[in-house]
């Protein structure tokens, strides 16, 4: 396991490159992110440990970045004052770009995995924006009319994204349809409803909502999505069959759940990350065809998932999580509000 200390900085999101396995980003703000100043670090992996390549300073709290998809050396930030700043990483202190539109925190930014010449902001303003970094402006608002905690572009679609919001619904907008009324959006989801009742199952009673913070697209199974949020579960639910429910529940954290990511190497394990001040790595028991069976010894749990192993070794809110994309299929980094960046195997923890 590597570690690096971001100084007087608390991290928010921890991003790998997707074009070089040893490089990493952080988005880290001063004083929890509720007042002050950020920094966005660029790490380098090295046989000597982390080393910091460059980082630039914000004026207000950074709480999410995304690589660029097009050029190796930008990332785009999200940032407390409502800003969205451009930093390319081989000029030094001022950002490429900002963007001044949203009207609250942005606390999500995503780039366009397929398309590779957009990228999406979601804010807690309750609207989502597509920019182009060529764009001084805007180049579309889709309204959630809640506050919008995470947005991301399908892996397998560049006209489809996706948002989880206060309100605790899953929204998907496929940017192909008209307009019209209902601003592109094709489905609207609440993730607290019961799952449908399988033969030979009592039915399962009402979740109250709460916050939806994080979500993610499977990136082998088009149609699966995790959400996660301030009741501790992670659910998957099926796109194409919205009305039944969640395919998987997995609980088992003991606070809020601030990220999730799926697995870029299979397609059925996924990582979390949690106020509890644990990652955890899960299966949602697809690959086990494990499909609606219940989960052993919690009644909450559904779907033949289950927890593979935890890391623990934060030692406060866990807020960022990301997996290497590149080389062995466990390595991973994870960020949280105790200064830390921890660099370690997934492979390590299975079974702890």
């Known amino acids: 396991m590597l570690e690096f200390r971001t100084q007087g900085f608390n991290g928010y999101a921890v991003k790998y490159s997707p074009f070089f396995d040893s490089r990493l980003a ?92 957009t990228f999406c902001s979601s804010s807690w303003d309750g609207c989502i924006k597509i920019w182009s970094p060529h764009r001084s402006d805007s180049l579309l608002t889709l309204p959630t009319h809640s506050c919008t905690y995470s947005a991301a572009y399908s892996p397998h679609s560049p006209s489809i994204l996706s948002a989880v919001s206060s309100d605790s619904h899953l929204r998907i907008f496929d940017l192909r349809t008209p307009a019209s009324v209902s601003n592109h959006l094709t489905l609207s989801i609440p993730i607290h409803a019961p799952a449908s009742t399988r033969p030979g199952l009592a039915p399962q009673g009402g979740i109250p909502p709460t916050e939806a913070l994080t979500h993610d697209w499977n990136k082998y199974r ?11 579960l992670i659910r998957t639910f099926d796109i194409r069959s919205p009305g039944q429910g969640p395919v998987a529940i997995l609980p088992g954290h003991d606070y809020a759940i601030r990220k999730v ?13 949690s106020y509890d001040m644990t990652c955890r790595v899960w299966t949602d028991g697809s690959a086990l065809g494990m499909g609606g069976e219940e989960g052993p010894g919690n009644p909450m749990a559904m779907g033949g998932g289950r927890e593979l192993g935890r890391m623990g070794r934060h030692t406060e809110f866990v807020v960022g999580v990301d997996w290497c994309l590149f080389g062995a299929e466990g390595w991973c980094a994870s960020c949280g509000w105790d200064e ?10 299975m079974g702890s």
Not at 76 to 92: E, P, R, T
Not at 95 to 102: A, C, F, G, I, M
Not at 261 to 273: E, F, I, K, Q, R
């Open 261 to 273: 990511a799926w697995s870029p190497h299979l397609p059925d394990v996924l990582l979390s990350a």
């Open 26 to 117: 952080v988005a880290a703000s001063a004083n929890f992110g509720l007042v002050g100043n950020g920094r966005l670090y660029i790490l380098g992996l090295t046989t000597n440990g982390i080393v910091v390549e460059k980082w630039f300073d914000t004026q207000d709290s950074l709480y999410d970045l995304s690589w660029s998809e097009a050029h190796e050396n930008q990332v785009v930030v999200a940032a407390g004052d409502g800003s969205i700043k451009l930093f390319d990483i081989g000029l030094d202190e001022f950002p490429v770009q900002s963007w001044q539109e949203h009207k609250r925190e942005v606390f999500a930014v995503h780039w366009n995995l397929v398309g590779k010449d």
């Open 340 to 349: 830390r960046v921890l660099v370690w195997d997934v492979r390590a923890i």
């Open 222 to 232: 088009d149609r699966i999505i995790a959400t996660a949020g301030v009741d501790r």
